[in-house]
């Protein structure tokens, strides 16, 4: 057995050593954050492993977006799945700015004043619904391609973007390939349904996403996954890792409970009863905001 040892931290303690404390620390949430780092450390020390980073588009309204840019930027993953909301806010901050709000703001307020609330970052109407038509309309007039896959689609909006802090643009550059595969819930999936209505040629073909993603999954000698959040992001990553035996390794940070029966409150350990994470497979579930939590999980890798 290994002793608790007491935290001591001071003005000079980096951000890894207060990660690598919490191992020797212990606590609840604190080694559950040691050990993700360390497995993500992990994954990105293998040889010949397909590293894949699926979450929603919310923390992409939040600071984080710096973070997940960073590691599209350094190439840590190899594809990157997520919800349309991650293009909408990425190309709306590339051109416009969101704002600090406050989860107790005044809603009604708010909806009079022209400012949506998303948690407690406010967003003026102009710089979300506005800035996404313009720049999506401009975007439009720019290619001639009928038929897309959504990592194509995103690759272009990357190059059309050209700003060094968007996510988009560094997948485009590094050619990583963004899959969205609920690309019509979302601003970006209403112009692309709009720009459809008038032209008809106009296609998104999602089967090639799917078709991408069978030849990297089933050729893939090893594949590990950080997944911040549940919904989609989450269920693509882990569904289609199920038709080579399961990911290799699992690292899942949610705010969810297990007892509702979701599928974003599902431990990892659930995922291996449908054959989507290997039984002998290292895996963690690392309860609790990802705003928080995955810079000091990224701090082992970046």
Same mark, same amino acid.
């Given at each position: 057995? *290994?002793?608790?040892?007491?935290?001591?931290?001071?003005?000079?303690?980096?951000?890894?050593?207060?990660?690598? =404390?919490?191992?020797?620390?212990?606590?609840?949430?604190?080694? &559950?954050?040691?050990?993700?780092?360390?497995?993500?450390?992990?994954?990105e020390n293998e040889k010949e492993i397909t590293r894949i980073l699926?979450?929603?588009?919310?923390?992409? =309204?939040?600071? =984080?977006?710096?973070?997940?840019?960073?590691?599209?930027?350094?190439? *840590?993953?190899?594809?990157?799945?997520?919800?349309?909301?991650?293009?909408?806010?990425?190309?709306?901050?590339?051109?416009?700015? @969101? @704002? !600090? #709000?406050?989860?107790?703001?005044?809603?009604?307020?708010?909806? *009079?004043?022209?400012?949506?609330? $998303?948690?407690?970052?406010?967003?003026?109407?102009?710089?979300?619904?506005?800035?996404?038509?313009?720049?999506?309309?401009?975007?439009? *007039?720019?290619?001639?391609?009928?038929?897309?896959?959504? @990592?194509?689609?995103?690759?272009?909006? #990357?190059?059309? /973007?050209?700003? &060094?802090?968007?996510? $988009?643009?560094?997948?485009?550059?590094?050619?990583?390939?963004?899959?969205?595969? #609920? /690309?019509?819930? %979302?601003?970006?999936?209403?112009?692309?349904?709009?720009?459809?209505?008038?032209?008809?040629?106009?296609?998104?073909?999602?089967?090639?996403?799917? !078709?991408?993603?069978?030849?990297?999954?089933?050729?893939?000698?090893?594949?590990?996954? $950080?997944?911040?959040?549940?919904?989609?992001?989450?269920? !693509?990553?882990?569904?289609?890792?199920?038709?080579?035996?399961?990911?290799d390794y699992a690292i899942y940070i949610t705010t969810a409970v297990?007892?509702?029966?979701?599928?974003? %409150?599902?431990?990892?350990?659930?995922?291996?009863?449908?054959?989507?994470?290997?039984?002998?497979?290292?895996?963690?579930?690392?309860?609790?905001?990802?705003?928080? $939590?995955?810079?000091?999980?990224? =701090?082992?890798?970046?």
């Amino acid at each position: 057995m *290994k002793k608790v040892k007491d935290l001591e931290i001071n003005s000079n303690t980096s951000l890894r050593e207060l990660v690598e =404390s919490f191992g020797l620390a212990g606590g609840f949430t604190a080694k &559950k954050v040691y050990d993700a780092a360390k497995m993500l450390e992990m994954m990105e020390n293998e040889k010949e492993i397909t590293r894949i980073l699926s979450f929603p588009a919310d923390i992409i =309204s939040t600071g =984080s977006r710096g973070l997940i840019r960073k590691m599209v930027e350094e190439k *840590k993953f190899d594809i990157i799945i997520t919800t349309c909301g991650t293009l909408d806010h990425d190309i709306a901050r590339a051109f416009s700015s @969101y @704002y !600090h #709000g406050d989860f107790e703001m005044d809603d009604i307020d708010l909806a *009079k004043r022209g400012i949506y609330r $998303l948690g407690n970052v406010i967003i003026p109407k102009e710089n979300y619904g506005k800035i996404i038509e313009e720049k999506m309309n401009e975007f439009f *007039k720019s290619i001639e391609k009928k038929e897309w896959s959504t @990592y194509e689609l995103v690759w272009e909006l #990357g190059r059309f /973007i050209n700003k &060094k802090d968007s996510i $988009l643009y560094w997948a485009y550059v590094n050619k990583i390939p963004i899959i969205v595969p #609920g /690309i019509t819930d %979302g601003a970006v999936g209403s112009q692309l349904w709009s720009h459809w209505e008038i032209e008809r040629n106009f296609k998104i073909n999602i089967f090639l996403d799917e !078709h991408l993603l069978s030849d990297i999954i089933f050729t893939a000698k090893k594949t590990g996954a $950080l997944m911040i959040g549940g919904g989609i992001s989450k269920h !693509h990553t882990i569904w289609w890792n199920q038709f080579r035996g399961g990911l290799d390794y699992a690292i899942y940070i949610t705010t969810a409970v297990e007892w509702d029966g979701s599928l974003s %409150g599902a431990r990892t350990r659930e995922a291996i009863s449908w054959g989507k994470i290997k039984p002998r497979a290292r895996h963690i579930t690392v309860e609790g905001d990802a705003t928080v $939590l995955l810079p000091l999980v990224a =701090s082992f890798i970046l």
